[in-house]
């Protein structure tokens, strides 16, 4: 299974994809305006058996 966690930057106000694996965390993409953008491409790359985040 997959985990990928959004987050917002406060400076920016801009979100970004994390992909979670126990110990580690690589940036996937990034930045998106808006936090529905940065959704829905986390949960096409999550799959059907993946977990998105926000954080």
């Not at 966690?5 to 580690?24: D, E, F």
């Not at 305006?33 to 977990?51: D, Q, S, W």
């Amino acid at each position: 299974m997959s985990l990928y966690a959004l987050s917002k930057n406060a400076q920016t106000g801009k979100w970004h994809i994390s992909h979670v694996t126990p110990g580690w965390i690589t940036p996937i993409g990034g930045p998106y305006g808006k936090r529905k953008e940065a959704l829905t491409v986390a949960r096409l790359l999550a799959g059907r058996r993946g977990k998105v985040v926000i954080r």
